[in-house]
């Protein structure tokens, strides 16, 4: 049993995998932008307030002019620790346990992280100059100074945190509402798809009228299938109409030869007759007998021609084919007294049997014999071009009828409705042609030709005999 998949389900899906992976992407731009933007305002604080601590190194007032260190007016950061100290080493002020922080910081790169009892703090170092008594007349003692101040980054990373979950709550929600709205969206996109399947469900053996609907037509995704079921359907169709018409004239030709068998056994039974009366009888039935064959075969013939070849097919040369279909004419063209004149330019080959391809010729020139008055030419072109042969067989007869076009080709088809053994031949001829034609990869037309009666083309595909032949021509006579 094959599984359902469910197509709304999977856009859904990848549409939101999709979002779900750039919302990771941009969660972590925002991370990074918002770490590197804190720890700026962090470093930026960390920077103010040792300028401060620096800015609290006052005079001592006492003669040695020294300088102490007065916090008054400065403000230090939770749990901050720092450490105030002259060039000498002597610390003017600290607080807290000040890790060991030689070779680690620099004027260079004054921040640094560093954990201390387990917890991060991010220092900065600071070197400066107070100058005690500037207004002295030899400019004031300067006293260099080194400030290591640092605060823990806890909210810092809090921040960072705060603005993830934010971001993070805000892409759900908005998935959430994408999840939604892509159902709803696609549920009415695919609308008329169902509809289209509807239609589609709705079609039987008995019913099979079929048209597209109009939401389906307007999509220019849907209107190739649209399109492709209405062509299909359509010749399912006439395939079916075929082959029930072909059953059903199949049916009543092998009923009309049993029924003339049948009465023609009554009319001998019906008393008693002399040897020469049930001989002649005899040879009526054995007539309607052959004719009961020889439709039966050509159907036959037709449920072959119609099934794929089941191997390569075999190669034969069409102008042999000619010869001897033209050959087998002659003496049905004696009896009409029509000419029969055939024109070669080139010996081709094609892929047919040549069983076949001779019933072809001999149709297609049977046919046109029939059709053509006492004192006419029947003429048979064969000329080879781009790897295709083409066949043309032309008569000088009535021609083709309008009404008749479209239904030469149709099984049990005469050109009339009548149905006795004097219309003539079992309606099967242009179906087996067309038949082998197509099984072949080619084709067979049929029109009126401008100079008067009908045109037979038929192409078949070819290639070279090998060896290229003079065009030569001959006529027989009736």
Not at 107 to 116: E, I, K, L
Not at 363 to 381: C, D, F
């Amino acid at each position: 049993m094959i599984r359902s998949i469910s197509l709304t389900r999977r856009l859904t899906l990848t549409v939101l995998l999709l979002e779900v992976l750039c919302a990771l992407a941009l969660i972590g731009a925002i991370t990074i932008h918002e770490r590197h933007t804190q720890l700026r305002a962090f470093d930026a604080t960390l920077q103010a307030t040792a300028y401060s601590l620096m800015g609290a190194v006052q005079d001592a007032d006492d003669e040695a002019d020294n300088v102490l260190l007065d916090m008054r007016g400065v403000q230090l950061g939770r749990d901050a620790i720092f450490r105030v100290q002259e060039g000498n080493g002597k610390v003017l002020g600290s607080k807290g346990d000040l890790p060991q922080l030689k070779g680690s910081i620099s004027d260079a790169a004054p921040f640094r992280n560093v954990d201390v009892h387990g917890r991060s703090y991010r220092f900065i170092l600071l070197h400066g100059l107070r100058i005690v008594d500037p207004g002295t007349p030899g400019g004031g003692v300067p006293h260099a100074v080194t400030i290591i101040y640092g605060t823990p980054v806890d909210h810092v990373w809090h921040e960072v945190v705060e603005a993830i979950r934010f971001f993070a709550i805000a892409t759900a929600i908005l998935l959430g509402f994408t999840a939604a709205g892509m159902v709803f969206l696609l549920r009415a996109g695919l609308a008329p798809l169902r509809e289209l399947a509807y239609e589609a469900e709705r079609i039987t053996s008995i019913s099979w009228q079929f048209e597209a609907p109009a939401s389906a037509k307007e999509l220019k995704e849907l209107w190739p299938l649209a399109q492709a079921l209405e062509a299909a359907l359509a010749r399912l169709q006439r395939s079916f109409q075929q082959q029930k018409r072909f059953t059903s004239d199949a049916a009543h030709e092998l009923k009309t030869d049993v029924a003339i068998v049948k009465s023609s056994l009554q009319l001998l039974s019906m008393r008693r007759r002399t040897a020469d009366e049930y001989t002649r009888g005899l040879d009526l039935i054995l007539d309607d007998f052959v004719r009961l064959e020889m439709t039966v075969q050509k159907m036959l013939t037709l449920a072959r021609l119609e099934q794929p070849a089941e191997s390569s097919p075999q190669v034969c040369s069409l102008r042999e084919v000619i010869e001897e279909a033209v050959h087998q004419s002659m003496p049905f063209a004696e009896i009409k007294e029509v000419s029969v004149v055939v024109q070669i330019a080139d010996d081709v080959h094609i892929p047919v049997d040549r069983r076949d391809a001779v019933l072809l010729c001999s149709n297609i020139l049977l046919n046109a014999l029939q059709h053509s008055p006492a004192g006419s030419t029947v003429r048979v072109e064969l000329a080879f071009k781009e790897g295709t042969a083409r066949l043309t067989v032309r008569d000088e007869g009535e021609g083709i009828q309008e009404e008749d076009r479209s239904h030469l080709f149709e099984p049990f088809y005469r050109g009339d409705s009548s149905r006795s053994r004097k219309s003539g031949g079992t309606g099967l001829g242009l179906s087996i042609c067309k038949a082998i034609c197509e099984r072949a990869g080619g084709s067979i037309e049929i029109a009126n030709s401008p100079a008067g009666g009908a045109l037979v083309t038929v192409t078949l595909p070819s290639a070279p005999a090998g060896v290229d032949h003079p065009v030569s021509a001959w006529i027989k006579q009736a």
